[in-house]
Every structure is written in C-alpha cells, then in structure tokens.
C-alpha cells in the first residue's frame, strides 16, 4: 500500500509541477507480493479513482488481476518460432 501511494502522489506532483494533466498512468508495483485481501484493498482504491480524463494501467502477472479487471492487453512473451504477442480483451 506504501508503494502504491507513493507513485500515486509521485504521479500527482509531476502533474502539478509541470502544469499539464496526466492523462494514463502505468502502475507497475509487484502485486505479487499481496495477498487476497491486499490485492482486493488495491483494487478497490484503485477503482475509486476511476474518472474520464484519467486512467490507470496495470502491469502485472497476477492471475486474481486478470479476473478483477475487464479491459485488458495481454503481452506473451516471443518463444524460439515466434516474437511476441499482444491480445486486446475489452
């Protein structure tokens, strides 16, 4: 939780400072390491800040995640016959 209110108020100061909205913002912050009730905390803060001129994008492997959020990218990493894939799921 520290971590993520940190980025967030990090994210706020560079706003603030430069005079200019933020339109998305990445937030890669090792859900992993959260357990289920954490996670849920998480989300549920993050979904409070949900407006229409800012979005949050998540960068996680955690699968709870994949099934708490609707709008996803999904990135497969490249293997030795093929590079990369990318799945948008809305």
């Known amino acids: 939780m520290v971590s993520l209110s940190l980025s967030l108020a990090l994210s706020d100061t560079i706003c603030r400072r430069s005079l200019k909205s933020i339109e998305f913002f990445f937030l ?8 289920g009730d954490l996670i849920d905390t998480v989300i549920d803060a993050l979904e409070k800040l949900k407006s229409s001129d800012f979005t949050i994008g998540l960068i996680s492997h955690v699968d709870e995640l994949k099934h708490r959020i609707n709008n996803k990218i999904l990135v497969s990493k490249a293997t030795e ?6 799945k ?3």
Not at 28 to 35: A, I, M, Q, S, W
Not at 81 to 86: D, E, F, K, L
């Open 81 to 86: 016959s093929h590079g990369s894939t990318v």
């Open 28 to 35: 890669d912050e090792g859900f992993g390491t959260l357990d």
């Open 88 to 90: 948008i799921s809305c």
